[in-house]
């Protein structure tokens, strides 16, 4: 995690210092929203403790590459898929954050698989079934 902010942190003033353009406007901010999206997935694994490196570094570059394949495919045929890409990652950014932030919140006595699945319902005490045998 420590990584990650560290690498978001050389990022972020790499991108404030060096003023190269890159391909597009609307390109480079729905890939730097889909990174957001891996960021915060890979902070709710760290919070479950279950964050693997590798699969944080796989799951930024496949957004990321994603996304980009999407824009630039829509800008092939004229389709502006940009704004269904951003509306697509803003969602699942912001469902991830909500879900970061009640683990965070969460009691730290109570486990995530016990809040995962529900109580057993008692027994019904009512009448009992008709006996399909026949008999009666």
Same mark, same amino acid.
């Given at each position: 995690m420590v !990584? %990650? +902010?560290i690498g978001l942190v050389l990022g972020a003033a790499a991108g404030l210092i060096l003023s190269a353009? *890159? !391909?597009g406007n609307a390109l480079s901010a729905i890939i730097l929203l889909a990174m957001l999206n891996a960021l915060i997935g890979g902070a709710r694994a760290c =919070? %479950?403790?279950k964050f @693997?490196?590798? =699969? &944080?570094? %796989?799951?930024? +570059? %496949?957004n990321a590459g994603f996304a980009a394949a999407l824009c630039v495919l829509g800008d092939r045929f @004229? =389709?502006?898929l940009e704004l269904a890409v951003f509306v697509y990652f803003g969602y699942h950014t912001l469902?991830? &954050?909500?879900? *970061?932030v009640k683990a965070l919140v969460r009691h730290p006595a109570a486990k995530p698989e016990a809040a995962a699945t529900l109580p057993e319902e008692p027994a019904s005490a009512g009448p009992a079934a008709p006996d399909e045998g026949g008999t009666t």
């Open positions: !990584i %990650a +902010l353009p *890159l !391909i =919070v %479950a403790h @693997d490196p590798w =699969v &944080f570094c %796989a799951g930024m +570059l %496949a @004229d =389709v502006p469902k991830g &954050f909500s879900s *970061l």
